[in-house]
């Protein structure tokens, strides 16, 4: 067999070789009909190149590698010769939803815009969407924010900003806080996810926007928004999609879909007869027979694409009473446009309710966890605050994660996450909790004051035990006190005292306190 490898590149002149020399680009054919039928395979020139036989549309781009049998007449590469056409990140802005009132969340949004809820020890939700968006390359960003926004607002400014912070090159992070303009329709506020786009028309930094993608500021995952295959599938609006169980299907909005991916059916949060009736056979996305049974749901993520023109012309004119986006617009769109899916097979978790939020935190301490946030070429961005490390002194800590500037003496921590400037006094004992930090730091003459004075410092007191427990930020939980919800209360409201019961979830409140000795 006589063998050669071959690089060719689009840019330049095409050169195939054969066993008597080159073929070059005036014979503009490439492995169809080259020097005498030397080679067979792939289609004419022309500038462009596409294989035939792969099935898959392919980008004009250089081919990598190439191996060519002569005296069989076969051509073979060994690489894919092409990448799927993807759009340039300079051409998407992205939007990301700060959410409404928080109520699926509360009481963790009492004070503050869901987004803004810290997670995983030192970052802010709003914090993953951000930084998908960095780690694809896409710098033009806007945030919707309407309630509870200051919390929001403050840490966006703190983060992602020129001056501090994360460099976002000649993108730009812009916040659309809900306002209220001239006219009948201006005296409302946000009406829904579909509505807080259309309030906004688009200004000069948005004329060479080709594509928009819709985010939601409450979901724990990594992605690269730039692989989907929006441009190369031809479609108008892409929807990011993953299998569903029956336990949480419900609470998502659902799709079918053909053999070529398309969306033919959409319906959001289905109950009953009308959820049943949008179980589907998910072989065709791959799954076992096995999973496929576990999975009889394909679940939106919330995550959308659109073309510029396809949006504004379906927010502007087509729909303009239309609120919101998986119960109203992507529905009526698939009737007339292209509205496709593109498989996540990626960790993603719906941060909707407390309990979500509280197993999403604590599985983070899991070896090895399904989702980390330890990734050296896609980090996660949050706020710089220049903390010192974690000081430990006789401690016992398993399965768990400690975050920087915390002070740690003489406790037990296990399968817990404990925030930034926490602090965990002699004899603490802290299990299956998440404990959020503290916006500051008392220095020890001000607590050495505060104990003296029979008061409550920031952090957990000598000789606590908790279990079972979300504590928000500057919580103050004083000396014997015990936190085990041992009578298994699912629902209790005491804000009075400094905490609610969600879920079985004791949640002790920001900047409460909790006296000396109380027993929950």
């Not at 999973?291 to 303009?320: C, D, H, N, Q």
């Not at 992507?330 to 407390?354: C, M, R, S």
Request: proline share 4%.
């Amino acid at each position: 067999m006589d063998a050669a490898n071959i690089v060719l590149s689009a840019r330049g002149p095409t050169s195939v070789v054969t066993r008597g020399g080159f073929c070059t680009e005036s014979s503009k054919f490439l492995g169809e009909r080259c020097l005498k039928n030397r080679l067979v395979f792939g289609t004419q020139l022309d500038g462009k190149a596409k294989f035939r036989s792969s099935g898959v549309r392919e980008k004009t781009g250089v081919i990598r590698s190439v191996l060519a049998d002569i005296d069989k007449e076969i051509l073979t590469s060994r690489e894919r010769a092409f990448t799927e056409k993807k759009p340039a990140p300079k051409n998407v802005a992205a939007i990301i939803l700060g959410g409404g009132a928080g109520t699926h969340l509360f009481p963790l949004t009492r004070h503050r815009a869901t987004p803004a809820v810290p997670i995983g020890g030192c970052y802010r939700l709003i914090d993953i969407p951000m930084s998908n968006c960095f780690n694809s390359g896409i710098n033009k960003i806007f945030i919707m924010t309407q309630f509870n926004s200051q919390s929001l607002n403050r840490h966006l400014a703190r983060t992602y900003n020129f001056g501090n912070g994360v460099n976002f090159g000649d993108g730009f992070v812009e916040v659309l806080a809900a306002t209220q303009t001239p006219g009948a329709s201006g005296m409302n506020w946000f009406q829904g996810t579909a509505d807080a786009v259309r309030q906004f028309l688009w200004d000069s930094k948005n004329k060479n926007v080709e594509h928009v993608l819709i985010l939601s500021g409450d979901q724990l995952y990594r992605m690269n928004y730039i692989d989907f295959r929006h441009v190369d599938t031809g479609a108008d609006i892409t929807v990011s999609c993953v299998p569903m169980d029956d336990s949480r299907a419900s609470d998502c909005g659902l799709m079918k879909i053909d053999d070529k991916n398309r969306i033919t059916h959409f319906s959001e949060k289905p109950k009953g007869a009308d959820l049943r009736s949008m179980q589907v056979d998910n072989t065709i996305l791959g799954l076992s027979p096995q999973e496929a049974k576990r999975y009889p749901y394909i679940a939106s993520m919330g995550v959308y694409v659109f073309r510029t023109s396809v949006l504004l012309r379906l927010l502007r004119w087509t729909y303009p009473a239309a609120n919101d986006f998986g119960l109203e617009i992507i529905p009526a769109a698939i009737k007339e446009h292209n509205v496709q899916a593109y498989l996540f097979d990626g960790y993603w978790e719906d941060i909707g309710t407390i309990k979500s939020f509280f197993e999403a935190n604590l599985a983070l301490t899991k070896q090895p966890p399904k989702f980390s946030f330890y990734d050296q070429d896609t980090p996660f961005f949050t706020s710089p605050r220049y903390l010192p490390p974690t000081k430990m002194e006789k401690c016992r800590v398993v399965d768990s994660i400690i975050s920087h500037g915390c002070f740690l003496r003489e406790c037990s921590v296990g399968h817990s996450v404990v925030g930034i400037r926490s602090r965990l006094n002699l004899g603490v004992e802290l299990q299956d909790t998440l404990m959020m930090g503290a916006d500051y730091y008392q220095t020890e003459a001000e607590i050495a004051s505060l104990l003296a004075e029979g008061k409550v410092p920031i952090g957990v007191g000598e000789n606590t035990k908790i279990r079972n427990c979300i504590i928000d930020m500057n919580a103050k939980i004083g000396k014997n006190v015990v936190i085990v919800n041992k009578d298994d209360v699912q629902e209790a409201d005491r804000s009075s005292e400094g905490f609610y019961i969600r879920s079985g979830i004791t949640v002790v409140l920001k900047n409460s306190t909790i006296q000396d000795g109380t027993v929950i």
